[in-house]
């Protein structure tokens, strides 16, 4: 039996619709609705190709594509809707599911210290400060972690890393929360590997040696502080969204090898290929630097 287009692309978009709905629902992916939306010219350029093509049996490929990508657009704004990305304290006080504690103490002679986070999906942030060494909680399904510290001199490394369970399609208590709060005192270097999640890294309370992420479909917040004299960070990125801040006095350089990505940094000047630097660089007393590998993603720069 031979589909019609309409048939086609109908049932593409439901059948978009309803993969999505699954994936969103179990935390495999994150949606970001600004950046797909700054691909929403690809369906006008589907309408021209299928008037072109009437007819012949691109006709049917063009269909299949644009029921597709219809769905995705319109699953995406409501995504949008119902789920907004930004960051709200509540989101993490509401712990209504299984609740884990963790902490270490602080000991004066520990002044470097070793983050090395490897977390699931979920709703993760690293901020504030505590008097003890770490602190924090997880909440949600299953959402449990393997924490380890040990001491070698003045140096601490804490590990966190995740314990993988089976969760089950269609439980509606699934959302994972992951919160850590440091201690202010070392000097830190940061490992993160954080799987689909939307992540919040609020490190400007912190002194940051270095910092390493690594991530894939996510949307995340990354705001440093101006409390060291240079920062080394370097981050790989799948289809996700990165919103880096920056103190007004810290200079930045910016190395970038990014595919497809959708860009947004004032106060920056290229000088040379997919490398940029802020424009107060040679005159700040801080400097942060940055390398950027990935694939499909938005990066936006803001000053404050």
């Known amino acids: 039996m031979k589909l019609k287009n ?25 949606l970001d609705f600004e950046t797909i939306w700054n691909y929403w010219s690809v369906l006008l350029i589907l309408a021209g190709l299928s008037i072109m093509f009437k007819g012949t049996f691109v006709k049917g490929m063009i269909s299949v594509i644009s029921g597709a990508l ?28 299984r609740y884990y504690s963790f902490n270490e103490e602080y000991y004066d002679s520990v002044n470097e210290a070793t983050l090395i986070l490897d977390a699931a999906a979920g709703k993760i942030a690293i901020q504030d400060t505590t008097d003890k060494l770490f602190e924090g909680y997880s909440s949600g399904f299953f959402n449990t972690y393997d924490v380890h510290t040990s001491h070698d001199n003045n140096r601490a490394t804490v590990q966190l890393n995740y314990e993988p369970h089976t969760i089950k399609l269609f439980n509606k208590e699934k959302k994972n929360i992951l919160r850590i709060a440091l201690n202010k005192n070392p000097v830190w270097d940061m490992k993160l590997e954080i799987g689909a ?21 996510s949307a995340t917040k990354l705001k440093f502080g101006d409390l060291q004299k240079e920062i080394k960070a370097k981050i790989e990125m799948g289809a996700a969204s990165l919103k880096i ?12 090898d990014m595919v497809l990505m959708t860009k947004d940094f004032e106060g920056f000047h290229k000088i ?13 007393e801080n400097r942060i630097f940055i390398d950027l590998d990935g694939g499909v993603s938005s990066l936006k720069i803001v000053w404050y």
């Not at 309409?6 to 994150?30: A, C, M, P, R, S």
């Not at 769905?71 to 599911?97: C, I, K, P, T």
């Not at 801040?245 to 190395?255: A, K, R, T, V």
């Open 197 to 217: 999640a939307k992540v919040n890294l609020d490190l400007s309370d912190y002194k940051i040696n270095m910092f390493s992420l690594e991530t894939g479909a």
């Open 245 to 256: 801040y920056i103190p007004f006095n810290s200079g930045c350089e910016l190395n970038s």
């Open 272 to 284: 040379g290929d997919g490398r940029y630097i802020s424009d107060n660089f040679d005159s700040a």
């Open 70 to 97: 219809l769905g995705f657009f319109l699953f995406s704004s409501f995504a949008f809707l119902f789920n907004n990305v930004e960051f709200q304290d509540d989101e993490f006080a509401d712990a209504r599911y």
């Open 6 to 30: 309409g048939q086609l692309f109908w049932g593409f978009f439901f059948l978009t619709i309803g993969v999505l709905f699954l994936l969103e629902k179990n935390d495999l992916i994150v």
